[in-house]
Nanobody
């Protein structure tokens, strides 16, 4: 099995910064995509930023220029540096990874999620 463990959430004032980290462990052959999603209270989960093995990065329009995703393929980690935080960034942030591993359907890519970490930005 594969586990994703997140860290780094917390409470910060508007304009402040936080850094989220996520480490994948377990029976991992490779990871194609790692990224971050968030879900605010009463809203659907949405993409924040993703990083593919090929090196491309995609960001939600609302975070462009403020958030930066980085990835260490050797360590199977992904981080999200969040600057100039706004109250509307308040949400539970989830790490996601698409992992090549063995599972119920054999050797193939499976989608994994972390447990979520709360980010609260006060005004």
């Amino acid at each position: 099995q594969v586990q994703l463990v997140e860290s780094g959430g917390g409470l910060v004032q508007a304009g402040g910064s936080l850094r989220l980290s996520c480490a994948a462990s377990g029976r991992i052959f490779s990871i194609s995509t790692m990224g971050w999603y968030r879900q605010a209270a009463g809203k659907q989960r949405e993409l924040v930023a993703v990083h593919t093995t090929g090196g491309s990065e995609n960001y939600a329009e609302s975070v462009k220029g403020r958030f930066t995703i980085s990835r260490d393929n050797a360590k199977n980690t992904v981080s999200l540096q969040m600057n100039s935080l706004k109250p509307e960034d308040t949400a539970v942030y989830y790490c996601n990874a698409v992992v090549l591993t063995t599972g119920p359907r054999g050797l193939r890519e499976y989608d994994y999620w972390g447990q979520g970490t709360q980010v609260t930005v006060s005004s």
